[in-house]
């Protein structure tokens, strides 16, 4: 299961902290395969930084997540809600905080590239793809969830990360 983000640290958010912004809170199960964690409880920040404009797209990536027990829309303008982000930096323990940023240019791996061969050969058929085409793979989040952008020769789909790595999604979302 692949986990592209970055830990949340207090570096991270204080630089993300340079203007107010949004960030939205939810339950991260990418986050929790780490074997000696199991135990630790794993949440994803999605930062919305435009404060004025995305409040709208923060709100409603709030409203997605109602079957997350733990979603939660902080505002930094708010003191509680800022000590509440210092404190998820920190790296508390049993807890494992992310946040959607990627902590270098990403690019899909080999064993992720022979499972996009496997479900291209699946569900597109028409496409006539071989291994030994190029195609382009890009990484998308939307609303804390992660999408492969596959463009080839004119053609582009995306997929729910979930499906190509056919696991079930989080039991939250």
Request: hydrophobic share 40%.
């Amino acid at each position: 299961m692949l986990n592209p983000y970055a830990r949340l640290t207090s570096k991270i958010l204080n630089a993300l902290l340079r203007q107010p912004m949004y960030f939205v809170r939810q339950t991260y199960c990418r986050g929790a395969i780490i074997p000696a964690q199991r135990n630790a409880s794993s949440f994803l920040l999605t930062h919305y930084a435009q404060h004025d404009v995305d409040k709208e797209r923060a709100e409603r990536h709030i409203r997605l997540l109602h079957k997350d027990p733990y979603r939660f829309l902080y505002d930094s303008t708010q003191a509680q809600h800022l000590e509440k982000l210092h404190k998820a930096a920190a790296a508390p323990p049993g807890y494992r905080v992310y946040i959607n940023l990627l902590p270098r240019q990403w690019k899909a791996g080999d064993e992720l590239k022979k499972l996009i061969h496997q479900y291209m050969q699946e569900h597109l058929p028409g496409w006539h793809f071989s291994p030994a085409d190029k195609l382009q793979v890009t990484l998308k989040e939307r609303y804390g969830e992660l999408f492969i952008a596959l463009l080839w020769k004119g053609r582009q789909t995306e997929v729910h990360l979930d499906v190509i790595e056919k696991i079930r999604p989080c039991a939250t979302t």
